[in-house]
């Protein structure tokens, strides 16, 4: 079992910037993040590879969020630029033996709330 435990999110302005962070109990391959807002369905941010040769992202974050990890630390970030009150949502830490898009992932996190003003 690998517990995953987030950190980071806090209420911040529109058009600031945000990073999470999410520290896991043991090294594992693939690694991301999931949010959901109120009243939303799930919805994938980014996921990366063991090593970070495969990074995929959501559609609503190319090139604001960037995703990185530190396998030492068994760390995995997500830097988030230019936010949007839209981006304002529960965000999950998420990690598996296959890096997937969709909400498979075997462990999660009890998530992070950010909160975007405008």
């Known amino acids: 079992q690998v517990q995953l435990v987030e950190s980071g999110g806090r209420l911040v302005q529109a058009g600031g910037s945000l990073n999470l962070s999410c520290v896991a109990s043991?090294?594992?391959?693939?690694m991301g993040w999931f949010r959901q807002a109120p009243g939303k369905e799930r919805e994938f941010v980014a996921a990366l590879s063991w090593s970070s040769s495969t990074i995929f992202y959501g559609d609503s974050v190319k090139g604001r969020f960037t995703i990185s990890r530190d396998n030492a630390k068994n760390t995995v970030y997500l830097q988030m630029n230019s936010l949007k009150p839209e981006d304002t949502a529960v965000y999950y830490c998420?990690?598996?033996?296959?890096?997937?898009?969709?909400?498979?992932?075997?462990?999660w996190g009890q998530g992070t709330q950010v909160t975007v003003s405008s």
């Open positions: 998420v990690a598996g033996g296959r890096l997937v898009v969709v909400d498979e992932y075997n462990y």
């Open positions: 043991s090294s594992i391959y693939a």
